[in-house]
T-cell receptor, first 115, second 112 residues
Framework: SQTIHQWPATLVQPVGSPLSLECTVEGTSNPNLYWYRQAAGRGLQLLFYSVGIGQISSEVPQNLSASRPQDRQFILSSKKLLLSDSGFYLC??????????????FGPGTRLTVL | GDSVTQMEGPVTLSEEAFLTINCTYTATGYPSLFWYVQYPGEGLQLLLKATKADDKGSNKGFEATYRKETTSFHLEKGSVQVSDSAVYFCALTGGSQGNLIFGKGTKLSVKP
């Protein structure tokens, strides 16, 4: 069966510090991978999407970047964190060609607090 | 663009009460519709889904029917339990990358 891991589970970082969050998927090949952010009072927002190694699409211009160095690994990074980067970061995966019917499965999330 | 509107919470019910959480959507094309549940401190879990009009998704006593004529996907459960306390998200696949578009979530609290 497929599983998805995220780490760390929680993180407290000062403003201006770098960030690296990792997501890995097991039990499937060539998944579509997603990074979402859940900010207080703002629901869930798609940040990045990847259909394959080295292929990243960004939905929202921001202080963050994403990379996919391996088929089942997705990394979210920042060079300098802002207070507004605080939130709950969720990684998700799906299989398929994208579009209307793919079900997405979510990881346990990383809660980031920027002070 | 595509969007999802959920009833605002929080919703507080007594155990064994009937639950309805309203969800309506705006979409071009024919999206799939989903309900996800988020328990405190955890990620999202898929609760149920429907991929075409008149489909009924069901799981753990929860049900929702894809109503194209009213563009709705209301979540219902006949008898809620304390363990159902969570935040419920309605979503559709409609983003430019095939991503999910979520409603803002409805927090449900069930009291014993």
């Amino acid at each position: 069966s497929q599983t998805i891991h995220q780490w760390p589970a929680t993180l407290v970082q000062p403003v201006g510090s770098p960030l690296s969050l990792e997501c890995t998927v097991e039990g499937t090949s060539n998944p579509n991978l997603y990074w979402y952010r859940q900010a207080a009072g703002r629901g869930l927002q798609l940040l990045f999407y990847s259909v394959g190694i080295g292929q990243i699409s960004s939905e929202v211009p921001q202080n963050l970047s994403a990379s996919r160095p391996q088929d089942r690994q997705f990394i979210l990074s920042s060079k300098k964190l802002l207070l507004s980067d605080s939130g709950f970061y969720l990684c998700a995966w799906s299989v398929g060609v994208g579009g209307g019917t793919d079900t997405q499965y979510f990881g346990p999330g990383t809660r980031l607090t920027v002070l | 663009g595509d969007s999802v509107t959920q009833m605002e919470g929080p919703v507080t019910l007594s155990e064994e009460a009937f639950l309805t959480i309203n969800c309506t959507y705006t979409a071009t094309g024919y999206p799939s519709l989903f309900w996800y549940v988020q328990y405190p401190g955890e990620g999202l879990q898929l609760l149920l889904k429907a991929t075409k009009a008149d489909d009924k998704g069901s799981n753990k006593g929860f049900e929702a029917t894809y109503r194209k004529e009213t563009t709705s996907f209301h979540l219902e459960k006949g008898s809620v339990q304390v363990s159902d306390s969570a935040v419920y998200f309605c979503a559709l696949t409609g983003g430019s990358q095939g991503n999910l578009i979520f409603g803002k979530g409805t927090k449900l609290s069930v009291k014993p």
